[in-house]
């Protein structure tokens, strides 16, 4: 019997919402009948689809991170704003795929109001750089009265947008990115574009360029090379990491939570070495603002692209074991509550997304889509330390020996609730857990099924869904469950 104890008193950090955000980019199908499909059956006045708006909603995200991405580094934010007759079809140097323009700068911001998340901008330097993201910042934030002001009002905009957090460019120690840059050329490029938008806005937070993933041969050097120019600058640094089974081994996969949680501790630590280097009060905190699985062994790559119009890119039908890796994915990001303030999955619709749609048709709930609304839903304030005792290892090729269960745990002070996450990454055995508690049970949902490679699609969009589970019980001052192999939980006990 594994025991797992959780405690108010013992507590990681306060929860920021905004890491339950995701990631809109100009590539595939995300945007064009993604989000938007004008002549949809649900589309409104705008072209937005309102059955993807409804599942936005459900989904229960908070932050959008947009244009890009790969795209944005070849991005004109110009060509994507006033009359849509008017606008030009450009090459994407990112996807090679011939982008019309018709949905840009104002359209996404009124579709994130409407669907009620945070816009998080990110700016090209890549081909364009402080000039570029100067002008930007004065379209979206300044009131009329400038020249780019009053262009955002003549476009129809008339109030400012208003967009609080900006990312300084996008991965670009990835040799794949569109004006890829040194340590030092980013990280002289990062400082001067950072002033330059404080000049504007002081009150703005900025995001500093991490490392692309933590297998880039820079990772960790390229972090204190770009804070020591940076820190004093920039609020965040990015993540950037995707997950998949490697040569069929699926035991490593379930565990894929161990990277993240070895790669957010090193970015944290390098950020804590130049905060002493520079013997500073500030603490850095991190956007993980890209992150899922990801079957990259599928994707022929940028290169095997043909120049083509925009359609299906990296549409991966997520099983229920993607699903349990989401959910252990988010369990990490909530143990490091008090560093890690923003997160995206990435992406929202279609490219690798908790949301799939039929152009002209359904929208539907991926696997993964249900972890992640679970959490958001039912996550409390503030995340505290988990301690398991008793509860089994497991060997894995990538990560050497692990703990079976995974698990993190929130709480309200308001309410008295506590949600506990927990991830049984074993394949083979079901694993019985005991849980101190006071109080009684509220609800116990389980994502797992029988056939592991179940998926939704258009034609069983419910295939896969979320368990109550109703044997949970509370006796002798437990809470006593069995978690069946490759599974993920949420238990919400009262105080």
């Known amino acids: ?34 989000i938007y499909e004008p002549g949809h059956p649900t589309a409104d006045a705008d072209g937005f689809r309102q059955d993807v708006l409804a599942l936005v909603r459900e989904l229960g995200v908070t932050a959008i991170r947009y244009p890009g991405g790969n795209f944005v580094s070849n991005y004109d934010w110009e060509d994507g704003v006033g009359p849509k007759d008017e606008r030009p079809r450009r090459l994407d140097l990112a996807w090679r795929a011939i982008e019309p323009n018709q949905f840009g700068t104002d359209e996404f911001v009124a579709w994130s109001r409407k669907a009620g998340v945070q816009p998080i901008w990110a ?3 890549g081909t364009r750089g402080i000039r570029e993201a100067v002008d930007l910042l004065e379209y979206c934030n300044l009131p009329a009265g400038t020249a780019l002001g009053d262009r955002r009002v003549a476009n129809g905009s008339p109030e400012p947008h208003d967009i609080r957090i900006w990312c300084l460019g996008n991965e670009m120690d990835g040799p794949w990115q569109i004006g890829h840059k040194t340590a030092e050329e980013y990280a002289r490029l990062a400082e001067e574009t950072a002033n330059a938008l404080r000049r504007v806005d002081p009150g703005l937070e900025l995001v500093a360029c991490g490392s692309s993933n933590a297998g880039m041969p820079t990772f960790g050097d390229w ?49 804590d070495h130049v905060k002493a280097l520079k013997r500073s009060d500030k603490e850095l905190t991190l956007s993980f603002d890209e992150w899922n699985v990801w079957y990259q062994q599928h994707f022929p790559g940028e290169l095997g692209l043909p120049i ?51 152009p002209g048709g359904r929208a539907w709930r991926q696997t ?8 958001a839903q039912y996550a409390g304030p ?40 927990v991830v049984n990454r074993s394949e083979t055995d079901k694993i019985d857990l005991e849980i101190p508690v006071t109080g009684s049970v509220i609800r116990h949902l389980a994502l797992y099924d029988e056939d592991r490679s179940a998926v939704n699609t258009a034609d069983d969009p419910d295939r896969v869904q979320p368990r109550a589970v109703d044997t949970t019980e509370v006796a002798d001052g437990f809470c006593r469950a069995t978690l069946p192999p490759a599974s993920w939980h949420l238990i919400q006990l009262s105080s």
């Open 1 to 34: 019997m594994a025991r797992l104890v959780v405690d108010p008193a013992f507590v990681v950090g306060a929860l920021d919402r905004r890491v339950f955000g995701s990631f809109v980019e100009h590539m595939g199908r995300c945007v064009y009948t993604g």
């Open 223 to 271: 972090e204190r090379v770009v804070l020591e120019r940076t820190y004093d600058l920039v609020d965040h640094i990015s993540l950037h990491a995707y997950y998949e089974p490697r040569d069929g081994d699926q035991a490593s996969f379930l565990a894929a939570a161990e990277e993240m949680d070895r790669m957010i501790s090193a970015v944290v630590a390098t950020a």
């Open 382 to 421: 503030t995340v505290l330390r988990t301690a398991i005792t008793g509860g089994p290892e497991l060997h894995t090729s990538a990560f050497g020996r692990v703990p079976a269960l995974w698990s993190t745990a929130t709480y309200d002070e308001n309410t008295g609730e506590t949600a506990i996450f």
């Open 123 to 125: 700016v090209n330097l």
């Open 368 to 375: 993964i889509f249900y972890p992640f609304a679970l959490t």
């Open 308 to 358: 083509r119009e925009v359609g299906p890119l990296i549409e991966d039908t997520y099983t229920v074991d993607d699903a349990v890796v989401v959910g252990s994915l988010l369990i990490t990001l909530l143990r490091h509550a008090d560093r890690v303030k923003i997160a995206c999955l990435a992406q929202l619709v279609n490219v690798i997304g908790p949301i799939r749609t039929e």
